[in-house]
């Protein structure tokens, strides 16, 4: 049986605008995505005659039939009129409910790996499948960092930016649809940051992005919880650069030129977390700045 390894990565998003609440209830936006190389690990083995589809994960939170790795397979077989199954084998690296695209990045890999086989389809007819599993996951099968627009649908490629990433992660992650309910609710009005940042992104600079990196659900996340706020907080009295909440959370992320940099933001961090009551259990990861979101391996 034909076996395929993958890994993928988590994202962040360098800014988010809410732009249009849609009659269906979605938003439509704007926001400038890029990988992360904080990856997750994946395997897919392909059972040409069962078409039982038998998912593992690492972590018993996310062990379901129902877990979009297993919808990722069923939504290609459906596409391509593969009569088999398969197992699926995930390792979960990437904090979940945190913002960071972790579960889409994982559909995305799936994707991948099936369609590697001797039955493929083309990018052109595997895009519509991905944005059908869900909003994020188009942006992980592309080979840059994306801006994204739409409902997540469009999709234009940008240049990858050089730097490293560190994550602060508290122990709660947030539920996606309360978040965007207390935009709504809040009636809060969009920064319209994306096009600032696009007109210096080709400069290249972390020090130039930076400054100008911004989150609309931020404010709608510090309507729900305090934790954005301190986190961002402690990501700002470490040194780091441009702290923000990704996507909707829980995760927060600043910027830095170099590892070095980084590791240092971490460990002012770490010491700090270690007496702060409301962080209890909160987690950090230093990463840098990737150019894909998925990877097959050999």
Known sequence: MAIFRARSSAKINLS??????????????????HPV??????????????????????????????????????????????????????????PFGAGLGGGSGNAAAVLQMANAGALHISEDELLPIAAKLGADVPLFLQPTPVLMEGIGEQLTLVNPLEGWVVLLKPHEGFATPAIYRAWDEGQLQSHNGTQALLKVWEQGEVATVAPLLTNDLERAAKLVSPLPGRCIELLDEAGGLGARLSGSGSACFALCSSVVEAREVQSKIELELAKDVLLEGATTFVAPLVARGVELLP
């Open 37 to 94: 190389g904080l990856w997750d690990e994946l395997e897919l083995e392909f059972h040409d005659t069962n078409p039982q589809i038998v998912f593992h994960c690492d972590n018993e939170q996310l062990q379901s039939d129902d877990n979009l790795c297993v919808r990722a397979f069923k939504a290609w077989r459906d596409a391509t009129g593969f009569e088999g199954g398969a197992s699926i084998r995930l390792k979960k690296n990437i």
């Open 16 to 33: 988010l605008d809410i732009l249009e609440r849609l009659p269906n209830g979605y938003h439509t936006l704007s926001s400038l995505v």
